[in-house]
């Protein structure tokens, strides 16, 4: 091998690496981002771009909230109520985000959504499988919504697998149970697919919890204001559809505004509700 003059192998010429350039457009795939919006009038309609738009910044942000409340799952079960409370804070500031754009959706008049909804055709807000991905994550469970999503598609695979995991009330109980308390073992060691039921013996940890232990209780809250969110969020929706669409059947033979209703002020963690009049 070849000494330098200090003794040292020589080193060979020096090999200039390709700068990467990546520049805002390269990052976020925005040329990718910008085709995806394919209005089916042509563009003979105009409010047809709006709401595709709507209904694509909804994925995202549905795909947002997953992210978000797994990293909460795993925050909670590790007993990090720092992470635990700003995830939750930031989950329901994207919750007040996607009840805003409701009022960008209802700048469009019926007639507007009329002239293209059956360029729709079997296309529903039903099948919408991020959305139930994040309900079932939080609790709401029910296996016979598979049934909208093909037999082995990639969709239904991942609800299936959802319903095999624990729900975020239940990474919450196993919070608690790490801090001392007294949890019912089956309520969180138990494969949840029906939604959350009241407990009365947890409720009794509860009432503990609200009165001397402020920490965990502010966890409850902000439990509770995530609740509420999706229940607000769960209104809004229903009196846009009612509004613009009536009491139609809903787009692809979905039951529409009918169904929507029956979902409203269904709590998803029903102890923290039940103990209010107790406290």
């Not at 093909?150 to 299936?160: G, I, K, M, N, Q």
Request: include cysteine; aromatic fraction near 8%.
């Amino acid at each position: 091998m070849a000494q330098g003059s200090s003794g040292r192998p020589a080193r060979g010429p020096t090999r200039i690496l390709p700068a990467v350039t990546i520049t805002y457009g390269s990052y976020l795939k925005v040329p990718e981002l910008l085709s995806l919006q394919c209005p089916l009038s042509d563009g003979k309609e105009h409010d047809e771009t709006l709401f595709i738009v709507i209904h694509q910044v909804y994925e995202l942000w549905f795909k947002q909230q997953i992210h978000e409340a797994n990293h909460l799952q795993r925050a909670l079960e590790a007993g990090d109520d720092v992470t635990s409370v700003a995830t939750l804070r930031r989950m329901l500031t994207i919750l007040k985000t996607m009840v805003a754009q409701i009022d960008v959706l209802e700048t469009m008049s019926p007639v507007s959504f009329l002239s293209f909804r059956s360029l729709l055709a079997n296309a529903s807000g039903f099948q919408s499988w991020q959305f139930r991905d994040f309900e079932f994550l939080l609790g709401n469970r029910n296996p016979k919504a598979l049934e909208r999503y093909p037999e082995a598609s990639p969709e239904r695979v991942a609800l299936a697998r959802r319903l095999e995991t624990r729900t975020l009330w239940q990474s919450f109980l196993m919070r608690l149970e790490r801090g001392g308390h007294a949890i019912p073992r089956e309520l969180t060691q138990e494969v949840r697919t029906a939604p959350t039921a009241a407990d009365e013996t947890l409720q009794v940890t509860l009432l503990s919890i609200y009165k001397d232990h402020p920490s965990e209780r502010s966890l409850c809250e902000l439990l509770v204001d995530l609740d509420e969110g999706i229940q607000e969020w769960r209104y809004r929706h229903v009196k846009m559809v009612e509004r613009t669409i009536g009491m139609r059947q809903g787009t692809g033979g979905s039951p529409g505004a009918q169904y929507l209703r029956a979902t409203l002020f269904t709590a998803l963690f029903p102890d923290l509700w039940a103990i209010r009049d107790r406290i």
